[in-house]
Nanobody, 131 residues
Framework: VQLQASGGGLVQPGGSLILSCDAS????????IGWFRQVPGKEREGVSV????????SHARSVKGRFTISRGSSKGTEYLQMSNLEPEDTAVYYC?????????????????????????WGQGTLVTVSS
């Protein structure tokens, strides 16, 4: 299984950016794809997650109302639409995938990095919010 995160770049405060996560080589029918971010010297933080079983999603309090996660037309493709970006959003963003049950509904627990331990991770894409 390979995950490819892309779409990072430099954006001014208040601006928008869309990140993509493309997963390939997997045979899962039900899964969660989460976005995490990390700043040097700090722990990795769960940002947003979407669950394929019912399309539910969950977001960290710090990004609620500003970030939206959605599924692409291809299985395993997910988008993180980030708007009203703040300098505090500057980080390397990673996507991760883990299997779920057919009835799994996304909750805040799906934002915990521990849930994706020994699962599949992308390589990260840098988002810089600066004027």
């Amino acid at each position: 299984v390979q995950l490819q995160a892309s779409g990072g770049g430099l954006v001014q405060p208040g601006g928008s950016l869309i990140l993509s996560c493309d997963a390939s080589g997997f045979g899962l029918d039900y899964y969660a794809i989460g976005w995490f971010r990390q700043v040097p010297g700090k722990e990795r933080e769960g940002v947003s997650v979407i669950c394929s079983a019912d399309g539910s999603s969950s977001h960290a309090r710090s990004v609620k109302g500003r970030f939206t996660i959605s599924r692409g037309s291809s299985k395993g493709t997910e988008y993180l639409q980030m708007s009203n970006l703040e300098p505090e959003d500057t980080a390397v963003y990673y996507c991760a995938m883990r299997p779920t049950t057919p009835v799994h509904h996304c909750t805040d627990s799906d934002l915990r990095e521990l849930e994706y331990q020994d699962q599949y991770w992308g390589q990260g894409t840098l988002v810089t919010v600066s004027s």
